[in-house]
């Protein structure tokens, strides 16, 4: 390991590193533009490069984009990535109060903490994993796929069918193209351009990438406004180090499991971290006022998901959130497919994640405190009118650079389309509905009847499942239960077709495509 610690930092693999990490903490420190996206868009590139410094770079945007959320969160209360949201809970009180170095400084040395407890543990684990994984025999792989099914359909949250759906529409693209084994065209229609099947990075790039930027369009306000203060006091205190170890400990901790669980993520782990944190502490009333461990529970948090999300990548080859998926995609392209005998058949490979995760880590520290946490708050202020083209470019040329295939950006496109389409025909869906539940509960309420709650009843029951497949189930839920519980001899009818209606209101509120939901 050590050797090739050395190899690393004494080729030109330290570089490209250095660039993807600068690069993520850009995507990272602006809202909008994840880590995901910063990883995406830099696969393609690699594909030119040698396997050391691909991995290098793909990881150094990984952690540099996680790491930078902090900056937009503390700012402008606006989390630069969905692992940062707990951090606006404390980071922009702070800010206000004019304190953003401080609050800024202390995000920075939370993040260098909780990577470094997530790589020691994915430094001890990830072997004895890969170990165990060896022994795998066809029932073991069965397990592992149903469990990987298992964890896309986590992701939905209260949707498990639209996890399911994912995962079959998935698997469905997967066997377009030549058979592996026989050879023979599948699913290609006779259409030249589907037999070499459709590539994974494209249909990524189309749908993450350039409909989040034709998405992004929507917005008005053309620049962020940044409040204007001087940062100072940027270095977190001796003291203030003492006293929050137990809390660096423990989020470092959570995280790291969280990170072990696939399909889970950054974002579960802030929130639970920030919870712990909260509970623990002498004074929780303090907490969303601008509380530096709120911070530090946060940022710790979700820089150890990194180090636990990568161990089941690294042992069995399933990724620990859409970051890691987006690896895997980096991987494939080098000819490397991540699994059990990863660590047998790649040693090289394995050492250089290990060390790209560590050296990555320090120098995203190193750069925002020496002149991300003063630099990135001005780049806020970039208008997006100038920033979403350029990503929109990045994110063609990269497509095409991954093949050098026209045919992938077609695909991205299509998928693009596809994606925004699908978008555009659930907004008119939601309107329709929202106009038929508004006018069903206006004429019913002018004189309720038993033959007009039965016609209410009929209209939800029709397509109810249908509902809960597309939107939030607690919305849905609630219009449900109202429904239900129509009496049309109870004196409260009235009351309870305007609860209906609001219901309505809010799950149209909610649903409708706005600045606001996608945020």
């Given at each position: 390991m050590l050797e090739s610690l050395g190899g690393l930092i004494t080729s030109s693999a330290l570089l490209y590193m250095m660039a993807g990490t600068l690069l993520g903490l850009i995507f990272g420190a602006i809202p909008g533009l994840t880590a995901t996206l910063a990883v995406v868009i830099l696969i393609p590139l690699t594909y030119s490069l040698d396997t050391v410094s691909g991995v290098a770079m793909l990881i150094g945007a990984y952690m540099g984009g996680i790491s930078g959320g902090f900056v937009a969160a503390i700012m402008l209360n606006m989390p630069g990535t969905p692992s940062s949201i707990t951090t606006t809970f404390d980071g922009f009180p702070l800010a206000q109060q004019g304190k953003a170095g401080k609050a800024l400084g202390v995000g920075n040395t939370s993040n260098l903490v909780g990577s470094f407890i997530g790589w020691v543990f994915l430094l001890c684990l990830a072997p004895l994993l890969s170990k165990v994984a060896l022994s795998f025999s066809a029932f073991e792989y069965t397990v592992a796929?149903?469990?990987?099914?298992?964890?896309?359909?986590?992701?939905?949250?209260?949707?498990?069918?639209?996890?399911?759906?994912?995962?079959?529409?998935?698997?469905?693209?997967?066997?377009?193209?030549?058979?592996?084994?026989?050879?023979?065209?599948?699913?290609?229609?006779?259409?030249?351009?589907?037999?070499?099947?459709?590539?994974?990075?494209?249909?990524?790039?189309?749908?993450?990438?350039?409909?989040?930027?034709?998405?992004?369009?929507?917005?008005?306000?053309?620049?962020?406004?940044?409040?204007?203060?001087?940062?100072?006091?940027?270095?977190?205190?001796?003291?203030?180090?003492?006293?929050?170890?137990?809390?660096?400990?423990?989020?470092?901790?959570?995280?790291?499991?969280?990170?072990?669980?696939?399909?889970?993520?950054?974002?579960?782990?802030?929130?639970?971290?920030?919870?712990?944190?909260?509970?623990?502490?002498?004074?929780?009333?303090?907490?969303?006022?601008?509380?530096?461990?709120?911070?530090?529970?946060?940022?710790?948090?979700?820089?150890?998901?990194?180090?636990?999300?990568?161990?089941?990548?690294?042992?069995?080859?399933?990724?620990?959130?859409?970051?890691?998926?987006?690896?895997?995609?980096?991987?494939?392209?080098?000819?490397?497919?991540?699994?059990?005998?990863?660590?047998?058949?790649?040693?090289?490979?394995?050492?250089?994640?290990?060390?790209?995760?560590?050296?990555?880590?320090?120098?995203?520290?190193?750069?925002?405190?020496?002149?991300?946490?003063?630099?990135?708050?001005?780049?806020?202020?970039?208008?997006?009118?100038?920033?979403?083209?350029?990503?929109?470019?990045?994110?063609?040329?990269?497509?095409?650079?991954?093949?050098?295939?026209?045919?992938?950006?077609?695909?991205?496109?299509?998928?693009?389309?596809?994606?925004?389409?699908?978008?555009?025909?659930?907004?008119?869906?939601?309107t329709e509905t929202y106009d038929e539940i508004c006018k069903i509960t206006q004429t019913v309420s002018e004189s309720p009847s038993k033959k007009d709650v039965e016609e209410i009843k009929r209209f939800w029951n029709k397509n109810d499942s249908i509902y809960f497949i597309i939107w939030d189930h607690s919305a849905i839920n609630d219009i449900a239960l109202a429904i239900n519980a129509l009496d049309s001899d109870s004196d409260e009818i009235k009351k309870d077709l305007a609860d209906i209606k609001n219901a309505g209101k809010a799950l149209y509120d909610n649903e409708r495509l706005s600045f606001d939901n996608i945020l």
């Open positions: 796929l149903i469990f990987g099914f298992t964890a896309v359909i986590a992701l939905s949250g209260e949707s498990p069918m639209k996890g399911l759906i994912a995962a079959l529409l998935g698997l469905t693209l997967t066997l377009v193209g030549y058979d592996t084994l026989t050879g023979m065209p599948r699913a290609t229609f006779g259409i030249g351009m589907l037999r070499g099947g459709i590539s994974y990075m494209a249909v990524m790039i189309g749908v993450y990438v350039i409909a989040e930027v034709f998405t992004q369009v929507e917005e008005i306000v053309k620049t962020f406004i940044v409040p204007k203060q001087e940062i100072h006091h940027i270095h977190m205190t001796l003291q203030e180090f003492k006293e929050s170890i137990p809390n660096f400990i423990r989020s470092g901790l959570i995280g790291t499991f969280i990170g072990i669980l696939p399909g889970i993520g950054g974002a579960f782990a802030n929130f639970v971290t920030y919870d712990q944190a909260k509970k623990a502490s002498k004074d929780p009333d303090s907490f969303g006022k601008g509380n530096i461990q709120g911070i530090v529970a946060s940022e710790t948090g979700n820089n150890a998901v990194i180090g636990g999300a990568l161990i089941p990548f690294i042992s069995l080859g399933i990724p620990g959130d859409v970051v890691t998926a987006a690896l895997l995609g980096g991987l494939m392209i080098q000819g490397i497919n991540p699994g059990p005998l990863f660590a047998q058949e790649h040693p090289d490979v394995v050492y250089v994640i290990y060390n790209a995760v560590l050296l990555s880590a320090v120098l995203c520290f190193v750069f925002m405190q020496l002149i991300g946490i003063r630099l990135f708050p001005k780049a806020l202020r970039i208008p997006k009118y100038v920033l979403l083209p350029v990503v929109l470019i990045m994110a063609l040329v990269g497509t095409y650079n991954m093949n050098f295939s026209v045919n992938d950006v077609w695909f991205a496109v299509i998928f693009m389309i596809l994606c925004v389409a699908s978008c555009i025909g659930e907004q008119i869906y939601l």
